[in-house]
């Protein structure tokens, strides 16, 4: 699966930013995966942040984005949203979006299809 994400760039303490996610491949059945974001400051590991199936049931991994992110995705247009409120600095990171067929319970940073990245900074 092919993983494009963009919406990334410079925000200001306290801003939003949505980023978008646009998936494909060969008889790729978008609404089968697990869609996932997640995050990766220099220096530390990845960090997984919020996921969400086909039915739009979503799932948090980092409790520090409880209340500020959310997910979404469009089924039709293979693509997947994370909305992102009350940005602090720090949010900065580059964020990646994954896909894992079926219902995520094995997503991690070693299993699953994961984009270029998109960096978000946040700085006055």
């Known amino acids: 699966v092919h993983l494009v994400e963009s919406g990334g760039g410079l925000v200001q303490p306290g801003g939003s930013l949505r980023l978008s996610c646009v998936a494909s491949a060969s008889g790729f059945a978008f609404s089968s995966y697990f869609m996932g974001w997640a995050r990766q400051v220099p220096g530390k590991g990845l960090e997984r942040l919020i996921g969400?199936?086909?039915?739009?049931?979503?799932?948090y991994y980092e409790d520090a984005v409880k209340g500020r992110f959310t997910i979404s995705r469009d089924n039709a247009k293979n693509t997947v949203y994370l909305q992102m409120n009350s940005l602090s600095p720090e949010d900065t990171a580059v964020y990646y979006c994954s896909a894992v067929l079926g219902d995520g319970s094995n997503w991690s940073a070693d299993f699953g299809s994961w984009g270029q990245g998109t960096q978000v900074t946040v700085s006055s």
């Open positions: 969400i199936i086909s039915d739009g049931t979503t799932y």
